[in-house]
């Protein structure tokens, strides 16, 4: 039974990256992030009026302390509502007096509500936790190489982590274009699906090294060897990210609006993690390796010379 | 023998069914709640150089054993006071009714001060005994003060030199009050008069008992969340939690059958596990690290799904049942590891990296990993082992081991 040639197609699948990944870039290059005060800095209020409230309702009230150009978002599950009950408003740093004074002002005009959360993040604290947050994917890629490297090779260790940095750069692109909240969570989600993907990258690679050693004796074709151990997982890496999908989509579907981002975050993620495994990182350790087989054919044909 | 393996195997199934049945409500709600489910405030207050009063060690310290004062002057159960690097400190305030006051409090230098007429600082807050929220006969609020031995003498000497004049209390530079002596108090003792409310009188007593911050103190972060929110959290976690792992047990049965069934025993068996060694590490429950226990749901069932893609490859070659089954055990070992450590590695980055609730989510999910890899290699294959040498289940296909067998040998 001939099974379908991944491998052999990996240009394909590179094109595809390139053609998946470009959009995102384009979109982070031009319009950035829709940073969070947890990076930015500022005061949020999640607030629970009694009766509906308008943006421009909220907007006047603002006005008075030179607000107005905050960001007043309403949590309804109806799109196209022009009032709700829940608002939420992201300004700039307020010193706490000038949010309780704001909050005041909101009940006297707005009447009566719950305060269902308020954050405030000195900026200060925000640029550390971006620094933090760079740190901690760098670190982590940094690590995955030496770990790999030690346990397979250098060409399997930079072929998964150069899958990663195509799972992160798809999931923050298309948090760029969607302009979705980038909070701390999100770093967590960003580890998450760098844990997944690699976990999965790593179930492959592993299947490659166990037929390598069988290779050797048999004197087969590399290609060919890597489509199989592809094959031999399959089943395992497609039920492995159903699961996982299955746990995430409850948490994304169920789980309330605080952690809807981060587990939107995850969905693209590991759909990306799943598909980098298969499609990324095993054709690249072909690419890769060669590349370093012709070199040395290439330099061993020039001393003969 | 065969029939004394299935009796094992079938109490440890009722057990643990039992158990997670009717434990692990009571056993999640046992753990420690973060402020993001209970509710409350957490506040991050940095001490801050000025020209009077530049930072040091000594300075820090005694600005966290005031604010501890001040901490539990407002009566809370379990507040968390804790020292973050050299000039930061988290305070955790669960459950507080009034977060808006409660920040105002802490953040307080509190400074108090008595200056005669000329405006001369004659006395300061360390002069005071004791001070206490009051309401006089007239339905005044005021704080009642009693001097130290000391500042009874110094205040009797500042009234009767200021005899006629006006002398004035101030708090951190403000007038609380500037009253006409109109006679020299002995007794060591005086009110401040001038507070709106009684809750006023309260916090500035609260202040005046805790004594002044000896270095300016600002307010750097505060997130507050409300009961309302909290309790909402709770139980949209818990519903996400139940169809997460409703829907991973399906299909596990679905794909893998008896083997599948024996797999979400040991699922149940790793969720207890999870909160117990959470709960015996008194780590407290945040909303990401229910995120991460949940997600950790879907990763768990991987090292089965390892183990039994194995078994079956194993025992399509010809393999008898027992010798699949451990040679799927044996194989999937070493890629399990290597996969897990992997995934270990970047929790531990985002364990010491992270602060708050990424550390809260980073905590779980390692745990989650490592009890993973206990509940597959100790418990299912444990399990599996008990049923299949209680011989009552022959045919590969009841293991999930569908597909062609090339030769029949059980």
Same mark, same amino acid.
């Given at each position: 039974?001939?099974?379908?040639?991944?491998?052999?197609?990996?240009?394909?699948?590179?094109?595809?990256?390139?053609?998946?990944?470009?959009?995102?870039? $384009?979109?982070?290059?031009?319009?950035?992030?829709?940073?969070?005060?947890?990076?930015?800095?500022?005061?949020?209020?999640?607030?629970?009026?009694?009766?509906?409230?308008?943006?421009?309702?909220?907007?006047?009230?603002?006005?008075?302390?030179?607000?107005?150009?905050?960001?007043?978002?309403?949590?309804?599950?109806?799109?196209?509502?022009?009032?709700?009950?829940?608002?939420?408003?992201?300004?700039?740093?307020?010193?706490?007096?000038?949010?309780?004074?704001?909050?005041?002002?909101?009940?006297?005009?707005?009447?009566?509500?719950?305060?269902?959360?308020?954050?405030?993040?000195?900026?200060?604290?925000?640029? &550390?936790?971006?620094?933090?947050?760079?740190? @901690?994917?760098?670190?982590?890629?940094?690590? $995955?190489?030496?770990?790999?490297?030690?346990?397979?090779?250098? *060409?399997?260790?930079?072929?998964?982590?150069? @899958?990663?940095?195509?799972?992160?750069?798809?999931?923050?692109?298309?948090?760029?274009?969607?302009? *979705?909240?980038?909070?701390?969570?999100?770093?967590?989600?960003?580890?998450?699906?760098?844990?997944?993907?690699?976990?999965?990258?790593?179930? $492959?690679?592993?299947?490659?090294?166990?037929?390598?050693?069988?290779?050797?004796?048999?004197?087969?074709?590399?290609? &060919?060897?890597?489509?199989?151990?592809?094959?031999?997982?399959?089943?395992?890496?497609?039920?492995?990210?159903?699961?996982?999908?299955?746990?995430?989509? @409850?948490?994304?579907?169920?789980?309330?609006?605080?952690? *809807?981002?981060?587990?939107?975050?995850?969905? $693209?993620?590991?759909?990306?993690?799943?598909?980098?495994?298969?499609?990324?990182?095993?054709?690249?350790?072909?690419?890769?390796?060669?590349? @370093?087989?012709?070199?040395?054919?290439?330099?061993?044909? *020039?001393?003969?010379? | %023998?065969?029939?004394?393996?299935?009796?094992?195997?079938?109490?440890?199934?009722?057990?643990?069914?039992?158990?997670?049945?009717?434990?692990?409500?009571?056993?999640?709600?046992?753990?420690?709640?973060?402020?993001?489910?209970?509710?409350?405030?957490?506040?991050?207050?940095?001490?801050?150089?000025?020209?009077?009063?530049?930072?040091?060690?000594?300075?820090?310290?005694?600005?966290?054993?005031?604010?501890?004062?001040?901490?539990?002057?407002?009566?809370?159960?379990?507040?968390?006071?804790?020292?973050?690097?050299?000039?930061?400190?988290?305070?955790?305030?669960?459950?507080?009714?009034?977060?808006?006051?409660?920040?105002?409090?802490?953040?307080?230098?509190?400074?108090?001060?008595?200056?005669?007429?000329?405006?001369?600082?004659?006395? /300061?807050?360390?002069?005071?005994?004791?001070?206490?929220?009051?309401?006089?006969?007239?339905?005044?609020?005021?704080?009642?003060?009693?001097?130290?031995?000391?500042?009874?003498?110094?205040?009797?000497?500042?009234?009767?030199?200021?005899?006629?004049?006006?002398?004035?209390?101030?708090?951190?530079?403000?007038?609380?009050?500037?009253?006409?002596? +109109?006679?020299?108090? /002995?007794?060591?003792?005086?009110?401040?008069? =001038?507070?709106?409310?009684?809750?006023?009188?309260?916090?500035?007593?609260?202040?005046?008992?805790?004594?002044?911050?000896?270095? +300016?103190?600002?307010?750097?972060?505060?997130?507050?969340?409300?009961?309302?929110? =909290?309790?909402?959290?709770?139980? +949209?976690?818990?519903?996400?939690?139940?169809?997460?792992? =409703?829907?991973?047990?399906?299909?596990?049965?679905?794909?893998?059958?008896?083997?599948?069934?024996?797999?979400?025993?040991?699922?149940?068996?790793?969720?207890?596990?999870?909160?117990?060694?959470?709960? %015996?590490?008194?780590?407290?429950?945040?909303?990401?690290?229910?995120?991460?226990?949940?997600?950790?749901?879907?990763?768990?069932?991987?090292?089965?799904?390892?183990?039994?893609?194995?078994?079956?490859?194993?025992?399509?070659?010809?393999? /008898?049942?027992?010798?699949? %089954?451990?040679?799927?055990?044996?194989?999937?070992?070493?890629?399990?590891?290597?996969?897990?450590?992997?995934?270990?590695?970047?929790? /531990?980055?985002?364990?010491?990296?992270?602060?708050?609730?990424?550390?809260?989510?980073?905590?779980?999910?390692?745990?989650?990993?490592?009890?993973?890899?206990?509940?597959?290699?100790?418990?299912?294959?444990?399990?599996?082992?008990?049923?299949?040498?209680?011989?009552?289940?022959?045919?590969?296909?009841?293991?999930?081991?569908?597909?062609?067998?090339?030769?029949?040998?059980?």
């Amino acid at each position: 039974m001939k099974k379908f040639d991944i491998i052999g197609r990996r240009k394909w699948w590179y094109i595809i990256s390139i053609l998946i990944l470009i959009p995102g870039i $384009i979109s982070i290059a031009t319009q950035g992030f829709n940073l969070g005060i947890d990076f930015t800095g500022g005061t949020l209020m999640d607030l629970k009026f009694a009766r509906p409230v308008t943006v421009i309702e909220v907007r006047d009230v603002l006005k008075e302390y030179q607000l107005d150009h905050s960001t007043i978002q309403l949590a309804s599950n109806d799109e196209s509502a022009t009032a709700a009950e829940n608002v939420l408003i992201r300004t700039a740093d307020l010193s706490d007096e000038t949010r309780r004074a704001v909050l005041a002002e909101i009940g006297n005009k707005l009447g009566n509500y719950d305060v269902l959360r308020t954050e405030r993040v000195g900026a200060v604290m925000g640029s &550390e936790l971006a620094l933090q947050a760079i740190w @901690a994917m760098l670190i982590s890629w940094v690590l $995955i190489i030496v770990y790999v490297s030690w346990r397979f090779e250098f *060409k399997f260790a930079i072929s998964a982590v150069l @899958a990663l940095v195509h799972d992160t750069v798809i999931v923050i692109g298309v948090f760029s274009i969607l302009q *979705k909240e980038i909070d701390a969570t999100f770093i967590a989600a960003i580890l998450t699906i760098i844990g997944y993907s690699i976990n999965d990258t790593i179930v $492959i690679f592993d299947r490659i090294r166990e037929n390598l050693k069988l290779h050797h004796r048999k004197g087969g074709d590399l290609v &060919e060897l890597a489509n199989t151990s592809i094959w031999q997982t399959m089943t395992r890496s497609i039920y492995t990210v159903l699961t996982v999908l299955f746990t995430t989509a @409850a948490l994304y579907f169920f789980g309330g609006e605080s952690t *809807k981002n981060f587990s939107f975050a995850l969905l $693209i993620g590991i759909t990306c993690g799943a598909y980098s495994s298969i499609f990324t990182a095993s054709p690249l350790w072909i690419t890769f390796r060669n590349y @370093a087989d012709n070199k040395r054919v290439a330099e061993k044909l *020039k001393t003969a010379k | %023998m065969r029939k004394k393996n299935f009796a094992k195997l079938a109490v440890i199934i009722v057990a643990i069914i039992g158990v997670f049945c009717y434990y692990i409500s009571p056993l999640a709600h046992s753990i420690k709640q973060g402020l993001d489910l209970q509710g409350g405030t957490h506040v991050v207050l940095e001490a801050v150089d000025t020209p009077e009063a530049p930072v040091n060690e000594d300075a820090v310290q005694r600005v966290v054993k005031i604010i501890e004062k001040r901490v539990n002057e407002l009566g809370l159960t379990e507040p968390i006071i804790q020292r973050q690097g050299e000039r930061r400190i988290i305070v955790e305030l669960p459950g507080v009714k009034d977060p808006e006051k409660a920040i105002e409090i802490l953040g307080k230098t509190a400074m108090l001060e008595f200056q005669d007429d000329s405006g001369a600082t004659v006395m /300061t807050g360390q002069d005071l005994k004791d001070a206490k929220a009051q309401i006089d006969q007239s339905n005044q609020n005021l704080v009642a003060l009693e001097f130290s031995d000391e500042g009874g003498k110094k205040f009797a000497d500042l009234t009767a030199k200021n005899v006629g004049k006006n002398i004035a209390i101030l708090l951190d530079k403000q007038i609380l009050t500037n009253p006409n002596v +109109k006679e020299a108090i /002995t007794g060591g003792k005086a009110v401040i008069t =001038g507070s709106r409310t009684i809750e006023e009188a309260q916090r500035l007593a609260i202040l005046l008992r805790s004594g002044s911050l000896p270095v +300016k103190v600002d307010v750097i972060e505060t997130r507050t969340v409300g009961p309302t929110l =909290g309790q909402d959290s709770k139980d +949209k976690s818990e519903f996400a939690f139940a169809v997460g792992i =409703g829907a991973v047990i399906i299909f596990m049965l679905v794909f893998y059958h008896l083997s599948g069934f024996i797999a979400n025993i040991a699922l149940m068996a790793y969720v207890l596990m999870t909160l117990v060694a959470l709960k %015996m590490l008194d780590a407290t429950l945040t909303l990401p690290g229910i995120a991460g226990i949940i997600l950790s749901i879907g990763m768990a069932v991987d090292a089965n799904v390892l183990i039994f893609e194995r078994f079956k490859e194993e025992y399509r070659l010809g393999k /008898t049942l027992r010798a699949a %089954m451990d040679a799927g055990f044996s194989r999937a070992f070493a890629t399990i590891i290597d996969s897990h450590l992997t995934t270990i590695i970047t929790a /531990t980055v985002l364990f010491f990296l992270g602060t708050g609730t990424v550390k809260g989510f980073a905590i779980t999910l390692g745990l989650g990993i490592v009890i993973s890899l206990i509940t597959a290699f100790a418990f299912t294959q444990y399990l599996l082992k008990l049923l299949i040498s209680s011989n009552i289940f022959k045919d590969g296909r009841v293991y999930g081991a569908s597909g062609v067998k090339t030769n029949e040998k059980i």
